[in-house]
């Protein structure tokens, strides 16, 4: 669940223009893709999106296209994103932390979304989906200075989790 398996990558000769580009044209390339044939590719898909080279950018037009991309994942595959669920929530908390002007959409209709198509309250979605994160977050914790981009996340999940925290 979550980024890039703990991988450290380097972003030198990484454009984020280049990124967003390709996210509008991944967004639109899923809008018009049939469920079956999407999640065919979808652990490779969600390799990519999961990257931080993608998604710690401080770009903010390349979070607007990566919200179009999630929620365009969120429309197409329906109920079989379940296998993606951590993954996608991953994704919206990070578009959370860096949407406080409301510009990438609403991302709190996207969670709710994400719980619906599983069937579950998103405070269930939470309870079931905290732990991955923390651990995965917990482990890279020595690193993070101020502004680090899963610094933000980890407050993001301690103040929408809550009691699944612990």
Partial sequence: CGSSSGEVKSR???????????????????????????????????????????NESSHKPLFYELASVVRSLLQVLRESVSDYTCQLLFLL????????????????????????????????????????????????????TRHSPDQSLFGELLLRSGKHCG
Wanted: net charge negative.
């Fill in 12 to 54: 030198v000769g990484v454009s984020p223009q280049l990124c967003t580009s390709c996210l509008r044209v991944l967004s639109s390339l899923v809008t018009g893709s049939k469920p079956d044939e999407l999640l065919q590719i979808m652990p490779e898909l969600m390799d990519t999106i999961c990257k931080p080279e993608v």
């Fill in 93 to 144: 908390l990070r578009l959370a932390t860096v949407n406080k002007d409301g510009s990438l959409g609403d991302v709190e209709s996207m969670i709710s979304q994400l719980a619906s198509l599983q069937g579950i309250e998103v405070d269930a979605l939470y309870e079931r989906h905290t732990p991955s994160l923390v651990e995965q977050l917990s482990g890279q914790h020595k690193d993070w």
